[in-house]
């Protein structure tokens, strides 16, 4: 990569990072010592706004570079991940979006300790959302550890570890200092960039076939190497049984896993009411639908344009399809046009991280503070004393993230991604429908579904072909792996339902039918809603 393409990205990195800094600088000047406003910005965003804050929130560099990578190598099965993540959000629409928004005040334990005893729920609850949001925050730093540094030319281990150093600094600054306004404002705008963005580059590659989507088909299928082939299913999960399982255990984490992330949750107690909650989840989906679908022109342009051999040349995993495709559009490389479009994506690809980052460190904060401190100091507990330890928690969490992202920076930055979907499936999402639906659901029941399903996925993943047992796994040279599949999804989302029927079957409290009364009539209608 030559000089000017370093130093063209280097200067709209730096522009969006004074950007977003001259945000938080702005908002922290407004009152931000109380709970909603750090937790939910005040609820006073649009759903307008708050769909583009929940879209940027969602597309991560992982979907802009890592699914059009993934169906630059393998086509179809490529193709499957932008399916999976599109109508993923048709759960979160018709099943948790307004009623937790009724339901909640910041966090997901709102929405279960309003009908169970409080104190272990919000315990359980909270420790499986900090779980979920540090597996994707540390996906989020090693893709910004590898990918930005190698963008930038810097391939060597100090440049990726000031690269993730750098990063986890930048977050812990939105959230410690502007909290949900400055990181649903950062959200928006890298938003807006990444649809721009995205936009420019599927209209040059249509146009370099003339608009012709058969012609765009027949050409990547051709330099592919595998002809028609790259077109249908199978060519990445159609091998034995365990393939073809571990795929059907991946779609199941996708499609569930997105309704019981935090940072995703959270994002519905921005709006002021139930229905505009609604109406935000329809704008992000109208976004994220019309992104997914760039993505597939953008994967099978990459496969025509440059072909899958170079882009596997150039990261073994595909990450870099979406740049040499911009490099190849704008003129090639060495020309204007050509680091121009490079240098966008670079910019566009570091902001997506910055802000992913962001929306996760806030959440998480906010459920150590919320939940677990709240549970644990209930008698010195304050609305003030919260965000001072969400703050505080917001520092230490980067920390860690930094700490983790460098000792993690060679693992697969898609299997952390789906990681931390499988173990949101698992703990979160069971524990969430049964709260919303199921009259006879006990505290008991909630605390055995989240961690019957938490701690199963944990330990099916370290006795997995990812951790041991695999050229690619992270102790290669060791091999005590029992469990074939790499993602637990299958077995740990049962795992999480079953854990919360039996508990509330043979607990022997009686479920509290006033309590399930209440809230179901808040769900359903508002009433009473914060």
Known sequence: MTGSHQTLALVLFSVFVAVTLGITTWVSRHRQGSAEEFYAGGR????????????????????????????????????????????????????????VRNCGRFTLADVIAARMAERPVRIAAGSSSVVVSVLYLVAQMVGAGSLVALLLGGTSE??????????????????????????????????????????????LVLLRFHGDVNALLSTAAERSGHGLDFL??????????????????????????????????????????????????????????????????LGFGAAALIGPGAVRASHASGNTAVPLLALDLGGGAGSTGGTVLFAVVAAVAFATILAVVAGITLASSASVAHDLYRSLRRRHSTPYSEVAVARFAAAGIGAAAIGLGL????????????????????????????????????????????YGGLIPAVLLVLFSPVVSGSPEAV????????????????????????????????????????????????????????
């Open 44 to 99: 006073l965003f649009s759903p307008l706004e708050n769909g583009f804050a929940i879209a940027g929130d969602y597309m991560s560099a992982a979907s802009f570079l890592g699914i059009s990578g993934l169906i630059a190598l393998y086509g179809y099965d490529g193709m499957l991940y932008s399916v999976g993540f599109l109508v993923a959000w048709l759960v979160v629409l018709l099943l948790v979006a307004e009623l």
């Open 158 to 203: 100090a440049a990726r570890s000031w690269t993730v150093v750098g990063v986890g600094a930048l977050m812990v600054i939105y959230v410690s200092l502007g909290g949900m306004r400055a990181t649903t404002w950062i959200q928006i705008v890298k938003a807006v960039l990444l649809m721009a963005g995205t936009i420019t580059l599927t209209v």
């Open 232 to 297: 249908a299913p199978g060519l990445r999960y159609g091998g034995d049984w365990t393939a073809r399982l571990d795929f059907i255990s991946l779609g199941l984490a996708l499609v569930l896993g997105t309704a019981g992330l935090p940072h995703i949750l959270s994002r519905f107690y921005t709006v002021p009411t139930a229905r505009a909650a609604r109406r935000s989840v329809v704008w992000s989906i109208g976004l994220i639908g019309g992104f997914y679908l760039m993505t597939i022109v």
């Open 407 to 450: 000792l993690a920076r060679d693992l697969n930055v898609a299997f952390l991604v789906g990681l931390a979907f499988a173990v949101a499936a698992s703990a979160n999402l069971p524990v969430l429908l049964y709260s919303l639906f199921w009259r006879r659901f006990t505290t008991r029941g909630a605390v055995w579904s989240v």
């Open 475 to 530: 102790f290669p040279g060791l091999d005590f792996h029992v469990f074939p599949l790499q993602n637990p999804g299958v077995v740990s989302i049962p795992l999480g339902f079953l854990a919360g029927w039996i508990g509330t079957v043979t607990s022997p409290e009686p479920p509290d039918a006033a309590r399930h009364a209440e809230s179901e009539v808040r769900a359903l209608t508002g009433a009473g809603a914060v």
